[in-house]
């Protein structure tokens, strides 16, 4: 089968539950764009946010609504969904209301919760530490797969040498493509500038070009975090992308897709 033939995963969605209303916004509006680009559509929303900059950072409106309400948006629109879990006993009850397990970066190496995530039979998106190195994520991917996960995805968002930023070595989705997993590429979260504040700061005009740069290198999917007023964002402000610019964004990548691999 060619690059072309195999489905392309887009990972899509705000950062946090804020409301029901900004959930069914922000999935209306990919949905249809999703569908006209040929990706396989995967809307995403964390239920609760675990790791803050601040005591004072949003966390949520309440884990058991914020599921149901990616659960029901997600049907509503007919795509799978996905969101994050941070502790062994989160992953069976996430699987009741999502597809897709994720387990956050500074969370990738801690053996249990990746097994509980596997045990529970859904994907399991890990995303590689800011700390790891990529030709180590393979043994977190055996963690989750040998407990029973139907598939592990990997995902890139840059590498932390501390002092408040982050750096993506594109060197790092070709060496992880070695493992044999759909390797996905977070264009938002590998732009933040961790820390320095009450909240991580970030780099949002160097979204589309890292992002054209992955698709260049080769990706199975990319993850970006969106939100109709990204100033005013409750979670990770600085780095989500302005929904009103997702159509042209996403049929660029499109584009870069089908250019790239004609050269194959």
Not at 79 to 99: F, G
Not at 228 to 235: D, G, I, T, Y
Request: net charge negative; aromatic share 8%; charged share 20%.
């Amino acid at each position: 089968m060619s690059s072309l033939q195999k489905p392309f995963t887009l990972i899509a969605g705000p950062c946090v539950v804020e409301s029901p209303e900004l959930l069914y916004q922000v999935c209306e509006t990919i949905a249809p764009i999703a569908k006209d680009c040929q990706f396989d559509f995967v809307f995403k929303a964390s239920y609760r946010k675990a790791n803050r900059t601040s005591i004072n950072g949003f966390t949520g409106i309440g884990d058991e609504q914020a599921l149901e309400h990616i659960q029901a948006v997600a049907n509503a629109h007919g795509v799978r969904s996905i969101t994050d879990i941070h502790e062994s006993p989160e992953a069976k009850i996430a699987a009741e209301y999502v597809d897709i397990l994720q387990i956050p970066a500074f969370l990738c190496r801690q053996t249990e919760l990746l097994q509980a995530a596997g045990s529970t039979g859904k994907i399991v998106n890990i995303k590689k530490g800011q700390f790891l190195a990529p030709d180590d994520i393979g043994k977190q991917a055996e963690k989750a797969s040998k407990a029973g996960a139907s598939s592990v995805w990997l995902t890139e968002r840059g590498t932390t040498f501390g002092y408040h930023d982050l750096v993506v070595d594109f060197r790092s989705l070709l060496i992880m493509k070695e493992t044999g997993h759909p390797i996905m590429y977070d264009a938002t979260h590998s732009l933040q500038l961790p820390g320095g504040g009450d909240q991580s700061g970030g780099l949002r005009a160097y979204i589309k070009p890292l992002a054209r740069a992955a698709m260049a290198v080769g990706i199975d999917g990319i993850f970006i975090e969106t939100h109709p007023q990204p100033e005013k964002a409750l979670s990770d402000s600085a780095t989500q992308f302005p929904l009103i610019h997702m159509k042209s964004f996403l049929h660029e990548l499109a584009q870069l897709r089908h250019v790239i691999n004609s050269f194959e």
